[in-house]
């Protein structure tokens, strides 16, 4: 499954941005995967605290009307690493729904990473 499904939002005004976790087998992984696909800031520090921290910030994450980030291909992540994948939904759970700077909705894929 790719974003393209949710590309009707965009449309609305919605960013779609989709992170395939096909072939991530640690946090390192993970870190480097999700700053290259979200292209998140220099100052991104590859810890669970900075993702928090990046998806929270105004000029990042939230948008008005809203930012859809679509992760594709994380079950074999979930599986090898379940501590670290329940601190990733912790993380991305708790940075989704919509605040005074817009919304950001995050999206579980089920359809694998294409």
Avoid: I
Avoid at 6 to 27: I, M, Q, T, Y
Avoid at 52 to 75: E, M, N, S, Y
């Amino acid at each position: 499954m790719t974003a393209q499904p949710f590309d009707s939002v965009r449309p609305a005004g919605w960013l779609v941005d989709r992170v395939d976790l096909d072939g991530v087998g640690d946090k390192a992984a993970f870190m480097d995967r999700v700053a290259t696909a979200l292209r998140l800031p220099d100052w991104f520090g590859r810890n669970w605290d900075a993702l928090a921290d990046c998806l929270g910030d105004p000029d990042w994450g939230p948008a008005r009307p809203g930012r859809l980030v679509v992760v594709t291909g994380w079950q074999e992540y979930a599986v090898e690493r379940p501590e670290e994948w329940a601190l990733a939904l912790d993380v991305l759970g708790g940075a989704a729904g919509t605040g005074p700077h817009g919304t950001l909705a995050v999206h579980l894929a089920l359809g694998g990473s294409h």
